[in-house]
């Protein structure tokens, strides 16, 4: 099967418009007989939903937690990017396109990318009508801060609380849906499998995660809209419900999966802390802005900070490798997140890490507290040299900035940052790879669609900062609710989709059958430890840097663990009750497949490209190297086991920007 | 350390439930209370008893799927934090700690610390939002400026995570606080004027139909919760819905 992106023709600027006018459209009275579902309520679901059901479809949208508003989307703290040049600062649609293909690493695809910057001042608009507190400043109009990758101010934001917000929009315009019945809400579902009915996406089976009754529903057309796979490293900045279920059993059933191996590791989170630790937490981007990140000089120091005989902040300025601005002058600490998560390792690696483990890097504020003193202090008129009073009012700028942020950090880690410098450390965050689609987001199944994170098309082999929530948005609110009306104008004379067919039956015994060997294994381990196991391996063998030798030995490690893991897991309870540790079990039988195909994938990529760092493929200083002949994009057709997935290629082809070395210098 | 904790068991929505003593040791003080909760589990899975069902997602304080009431306080001892970020430090070796699940009628018992909240959803289905379509014709974000403090107060009461801490809080089992934040959050805006006596009519008489008590200013409400929403968007509120009751 060859891929067909299925991108339109023209200069790239007209490309979406032209498009929008030339596809197929469903008129308002056909609508109401067409149902759509749609698997996940984050940014990217929520949003769809919404605006599917405010067009006049029948909308059936499933989530696992207990409230469409819980998706993780809500922990996104930094902001979301437009290209709204507000601050005059030479922003523009080409710009954000520019920077997102180049932070990308040039492995993403041209035009989608340029939509997505097209669309995105439109969310704004659409966001701050719905209600989205933005910050603004004293003169009432939107305020906008800089992430990494980048040389504009584009970023929109509400406090360290930016998802919350946009996800609190989404939620309330589906709850006005939900209101009117356009929207029949199911919480606590988890999607188990889709259903194909001649070639076409017909349907979903669902557990009840209260009372564990399997259900089956059908609908025209199925959106996938289910984040990110991130927990295949067990330890990661997503929530403990994340997982791949919905996308892997998708391409299980022929949706073929894209660049498995392109994770964002993220270079501000707090360091782990012990083997009972369930999850990482992160520490907003944005800190960047007013944050320098440093780690001593000389190794003397470092293990008098490890024995707690030095107090980083009575080290000299000489005495601190503020490592960032050394290497990359002209964006310093503000340095994509894949380059800082690297630059971040290979001190620590060389020895020079600042904790008891030696995983940890300095993120200091001292100076960004003076600075910002000193500046309240010529506004008010005070004495610019009281070196306590421009350390109050600095610490009051930070406060209102990043206190939220601060107060996280303090809580968890039981120090003040306003005293002395935060302990980082990069952790598995986002998955760029994802669910293959074409430029209308349908996958390779006919009438199923996969949005947001879940999808792989706009962040290439690296996420800049900020521009999750976009793409999750614009998905949602402005590209899929016109091209879905391109497929669905073909099933106006359809009418409703029986669910009582030979392939719906299919479907629900084979998720039978996985729970009930699950159930019934009585094995002697717990889904916890196959999951830490798991993750031990996918950290240590395909994370931040990878190898042939190690990559290789993660194949087989992870296909015996998962031999194991059917033989000997327990899952104690029945299938018809609230039973967690059952969900949790066969969200970890698809990582332990999942996790095999991303090693398999970062095995072929014989490059390093953005979050894919080769050893074998460096610069002499230590910077990733791309080679022209990976410019492609590696989409996985599902053939039985992970081992026998089969390659297809789409070819990236740049017309409207010159591939070049990507430089931070 | 080592712990005596007394955990909320029950079945289902249908059994009577009781307290049931664990002991649990070696606890570290760098846990969060969830974490501790997992460690107990993974004994009681391979010990062959059945785990303890709470809820919980996110564990960084914000998507408010946790909820525990610990010691008699939602959330437990610390204060602006909700339970995943509640770290074992607050504890001293040797305690008793009683773990039950928030308690209204409004929030029944799924099972043992779980609890449906979905009222909370049919609440704001009733009104939380602004009625605007999806388009890319919306004016521009820019074209109303409001006024610094306005939106920051409005971001204020946006911040609630609808965890449901205000209502296991209260003696009268009352939703006021996490209702008078979403009302508070439109009525601050301008784009939420148009619909502002509608909103708040129908999402109180929701709160109402849901079995949710009346407030007595107590404010025990304020004192827990998780993320600071302060007792004036009660009074808020009530102003707004007098205004909209007097419109009529």
């Given at each position: 099967?060859a891929?067909?992106?299925k991108?339109?023709?023209g200069?790239?600027a007209?490309?979406?418009?032209?498009?929008?006018?030339?596809?197929?459209?469903v008129?308002?009275?056909?609508?109401?007989h067409?149902d759509?579902?749609?698997v996940?309520?984050?940014?990217?679901?929520?949003?769809?939903?919404?605006?599917?059901?405010?067009?006049?479809?029948?909308?059936?949208a499933?989530?696992?937690?207990?409230s469409?508003r819980?998706?993780?989307?809500?922990?996104?703290q930094?902001?979301?990017?437009?290209?709204k040049?507000?601050?005059g600062d030479?922003d523009?649609?080409?710009?954000?396109f520019?920077?997102?293909v180049?932070?990308?690493?040039?492995?993403?695809r041209?035009?989608?990318?340029?939509?997505?910057a097209?669309?995105?001042a439109?969310?704004?608009?659409?966001?701050?009508?719905?209600?989205?507190?933005?910050?603004?400043?004293y003169?009432?109009?939107?305020?906008?801060?800089?992430f990494?990758?980048?040389l504009?101010s584009?970023?929109f934001y509400?406090?360290?609380?930016t998802g919350?917000?946009l996800?609190l929009g989404?939620?309330?315009?589906?709850?006005r849906q939900?209101?009117?019945?356009?929207?029949?809400?199911?919480?606590?579902?988890?999607?188990?499998?889709v259903?194909?009915?001649?070639?076409?996406?017909?349907?979903?089976?669902?557990?009840n995660?209260?009372?564990?009754?399997?259900?089956?529903?059908?609908?025209h057309?199925?959106?996938?809209?289910?984040?990110g796979?991130?927990?295949?490293?067990?330890?990661s900045?997503?929530?403990?419900?994340?997982?791949?279920?919905?996308?892997?059993?998708?391409h299980?059933?022929?949706a073929?999966?894209a660049?498995?191996c392109y994770?964002?590791?993220h270079?501000t989170?707090?360091p782990?802390?012990?083997?009972?630790?369930s999850?990482?937490t992160?520490?907003?981007?944005?800190?960047?802005?007013?944050?320098?990140?440093?780690?001593p000089?000389?190794?003397?120091?470092?293990?008098?900070?490890?024995?707690?005989?030095?107090?980083?902040?009575?080290?000299?300025?000489e005495?601190?490798?503020y490592?960032?601005?050394?290497?990359?002058?002209?964006?310093g600490?503000l340095?994509?997140?894949?380059v800082?998560?690297r630059a971040a390792?290979?001190?620590?690696?060389?020895?020079?890490?600042?904790?008891?483990?030696?995983?940890?890097?300095?993120?200091?504020?001292?100076?960004?507290?003076?600075?910002?003193?000193?500046?309240?202090?010529?506004i008010k008129?005070?004495?610019?040299?009281?070196a306590d009073?421009?350390?109050?009012?600095?610490?009051?700028?930070?406060k209102?900035?990043?206190g939220?942020?601060?107060?996280?950090?303090e809580?968890?880690?039981?120090?003040?940052?306003?005293e002395?410098?935060?302990?980082?450390y990069?952790a598995v965050?986002?998955?760029?790879?994802?669910i293959?689609?074409?430029?209308?987001?349908?996958?390779t199944?006919?009438?199923?669609?996969?949005i947001?994170e879940?999808?792989?098309?706009?962040?290439?082999?690296?996420?800049?900062?900020?521009?999750?929530?976009?793409?999750?948005?614009?998905?949602?609110?402005?590209?899929?609710?016109?091209?879905i009306?391109?497929?669905?104008?073909?099933?106006?004379?359809?009418?409703?989709?029986?669910?009582?067919?030979p392939?719906?039956?299919a479907?629900?015994?084979n998720?039978?059958?996985?729970?009930?060997?699950?159930?019934?294994?009585?094995?002697?381990?717990?889904?916890?430890?196959?999951h830490?196991?798991?993750g031990?391996?996918?950290?240590?063998k395909c994370?931040?840097?990878r190898?042939?030798?190690?990559?290789k030995?993660?194949?087989?490690?992870?296909a015996?663990?998962r031999?194991?893991?059917?033989e000997?897991?327990?899952?104690?309870?029945?299938?018809?009750?609230?039973?967690?540790?059952?969900?949790k079990?066969?969200?970890v039988?698809?990582?332990?497949?999942?996790?095999e195909?991303?090693?398999?994938?970062?095995?072929?990529?014989?490059?390093s490209?953005?979050?894919?760092?080769?050893?074998?493929?460096q610069?002499e200083?230590?910077?990733?190297?791309?080679?022209?002949?990976?410019?492609?994009?590696s989409?996985?057709?599902?053939?039985?086991?992970?081992?026998?997935?089969?390659l297809?290629?789409e070819d990236?082809v740049?017309?409207?920007?010159k591939?070049?070395e990507?430089?931070?210098? | 350390?080592n712990?005596?904790?007394?955990i909320?068991?029950?079945?289902?929505?249908?059994?009577?439930g009781k307290?049931?003593?664990y002991?649990?040791?070696?606890?570290?003080?760098?846990?969060?209370?969830?974490?501790m909760?997992?460690?107990?589990?993974?004994?009681?899975?391979t010990?062959g008893d059945?785990p303890?069902a709470?809820?919980?997602?996110?564990?960084?304080?914000i998507c408010?799927m946790?909820?525990?009431?610990?010691?008699g306080?939602?959330?437990?001892?610390?204060?602006g934090?909700?339970?995943?970020?509640?770290?074992?430090?607050?504890?001293?070796?040797?305690?008793t700690i009683y773990?039950?699940?928030?308690?209204?009628?409004?929030?029944p018992v799924?099972?043992?610390l779980?609890?449906?909240r979905s009222?909370?959803?049919?609440?704001?289905h009733?009104g939380?939002f602004?009625?605007v379509n999806?388009?890319?014709?919306?004016?521009?974000a820019n074209?109303?400026?409001?006024?610094?403090?306005?939106?920051?107060e409005?971001?204020?009461?946006?911040?609630?995570?609808?965890?449901?801490?205000?209502?296991?809080?209260?003696?009268?089992?009352?939703?006021?606080?996490?209702v008078g934040?979403?009302?508070?959050?439109?009525?601050?805006?301008?784009?939420?004027?148009?619909?502002?006596?509608d909103?708040?009519?129908?999402?109180?008489?929701?709160m109402?139909?849901?079995?949710?008590?009346?407030?007595t200013n107590?404010g025990a409400?304020?004192?827990?919760?998780p993320k600071?929403?302060?007792?004036?968007?009660?009074?808020?509120?009530?102003?707004?819905?007098l205004?909209?009751?007097?419109?009529?």
């Open positions: 099967m891929l067909d992106s991108t339109p023709e200069p790239l007209e490309k979406w418009t032209n498009h929008k006018n030339k596809i197929d459209l008129n308002p009275a056909n609508k109401r067409i759509v579902i749609v996940g309520t984050g940014l990217a679901g929520g949003s769809a939903a919404a605006t599917l059901a405010e067009l006049g479809y029948n909308v059936k499933f989530c696992f937690q207990d469409p819980r998706a993780h989307s809500i922990a996104a930094g902001g979301i990017n437009a290209a040049n507000y601050q030479g523009s649609t080409y710009r954000l520019y920077d997102t180049k932070g990308g690493d040039y492995r993403s041209e035009e989608n990318v340029y939509r997505l097209e669309v995105s439109n969310i704004i608009d659409q966001c701050v009508a719905q209600g989205v507190p933005f910050a603004r400043d003169g009432g109009l939107l305020d906008n801060r800089s990494g990758g980048v504009v584009r970023t509400a406090k360290g609380q919350q917000q996800l989404a939620y309330s315009a589906m709850n939900i209101g009117r019945g356009k929207i029949k809400m199911y919480n606590r579902h988890e999607m188990l499998d259903v194909i009915v001649n070639g076409k996406a017909r349907g979903i089976i669902t557990r995660l209260v009372n564990g009754k399997i259900e089956r529903h059908s609908a057309a199925v959106v996938l809209g289910t984040g796979y991130g927990n295949v490293f067990f330890l900045t997503n929530a403990m419900g994340s997982n791949v279920t919905a996308a892997w059993k998708a299980k059933r022929g073929f999966f660049n498995p994770t964002q590791i270079p989170c707090i782990v802390s012990g083997d009972h630790q999850k990482l992160l520490m907003s981007e944005s800190l960047r802005n007013d944050g320098r990140i440093w780690v000089k000389k190794k003397e120091d470092v293990m008098a900070i490890r024995e707690g005989k030095l107090k980083p902040t009575d080290l000299a300025e005495d601190r490798d490592y960032l601005e050394r290497r990359y002058p002209a964006f600490n340095v994509p997140r894949d800082a998560s390792k290979e001190r620590c690696d060389a020895g020079f890490g600042v904790n008891a483990t030696g995983e940890a890097v300095y993120l200091d504020f001292a100076a960004a507290i003076e600075r910002y003193g000193k500046e309240q202090a010529h008129g005070l004495d610019e040299d009281d009073l421009v350390k109050k009012l600095g610490k009051d700028v930070v209102a900035k990043y939220n942020l601060f107060q996280m950090y809580k968890i880690v039981d120090q003040n940052p306003y002395t410098p935060m302990m980082i990069p965050h986002y998955t760029m790879g994802g293959w689609v074409d430029y209308n987001l349908m996958t199944v006919p009438g199923l669609y996969c947001g879940a999808n792989f098309s706009d962040h290439g082999a690296n996420r800049l900062g900020a521009s999750a929530l976009m793409q999750g948005l614009a998905d949602g609110y402005f590209v899929l609710p016109y091209t009306g391109d497929y669905l104008s073909d099933d106006i004379r359809t009418g409703p989709i029986s669910t009582d067919s392939e719906f039956e479907a629900e015994k998720v039978t059958e996985i729970i009930n060997k699950l159930v019934n294994n009585k094995g002697s381990h717990t889904v916890d430890y196959f830490k196991k798991l031990k391996i996918m950290w240590n994370g931040m840097s190898n042939e030798t190690d990559l030995s993660a194949i087989s490690e992870i015996e663990l031999k194991a893991f059917w000997d897991v327990k899952v104690p309870g029945t299938a018809d009750e609230f039973n967690e540790e059952l969900a079990a066969m969200r039988a698809d990582f332990l497949e999942l996790g195909l991303f090693a398999k994938d970062a095995l072929h990529r014989e490059e490209a953005g979050g894919h760092f080769r050893e074998e493929h610069t200083e230590g910077e990733a190297k791309r080679r022209k002949e990976f410019q492609f994009v989409a996985w057709e599902y053939k039985g086991e992970p081992k026998d997935a089969e297809h290629k990236l740049y017309e409207n920007i591939v070049k990507r430089s931070y210098k | 350390m712990l005596t904790l007394k909320w068991r029950q079945k289902n929505a249908s059994d009577k307290l049931v003593d002991l649990i040791n070696d606890v570290s003080p760098d846990m969060s209370f969830l974490e909760l997992d460690v107990l589990n993974d004994k009681l899975i010990d059945e303890v709470f809820d919980h997602d996110c564990r960084e304080g408010g946790c909820s525990l009431y610990i010691n306080e939602a959330h437990g001892p610390d204060r934090v909700t339970t995943c970020q509640l770290h074992m430090r607050k504890f001293t070796d040797g305690d773990i039950e699940p928030f308690r209204a009628k409004a929030f799924i099972k043992d779980v609890v449906d009222a909370f959803d049919r609440i704001q009733a939380g602004i009625s999806t388009s890319g014709n919306t004016q521009d074209s109303i400026p409001i006024s610094k403090h306005a939106a920051d409005a971001m204020d009461a946006a911040t609630c995570i609808g965890c449901g801490a205000c209502v296991a809080s209260c003696k009268n089992s009352s939703a006021m606080l996490f934040a979403k009302v508070s959050q439109y009525a601050l805006l301008p784009q939420g004027q148009v619909e502002a006596a909103r708040v009519l129908n999402m109180v008489k929701q109402d139909e849901e079995g949710f008590g009346n407030c107590t409400c304020e004192i827990e919760c600071g929403i302060s007792l004036e968007n009660i009074a808020r509120m009530n102003t707004e819905y205004k909209a009751s007097l419109k009529g």
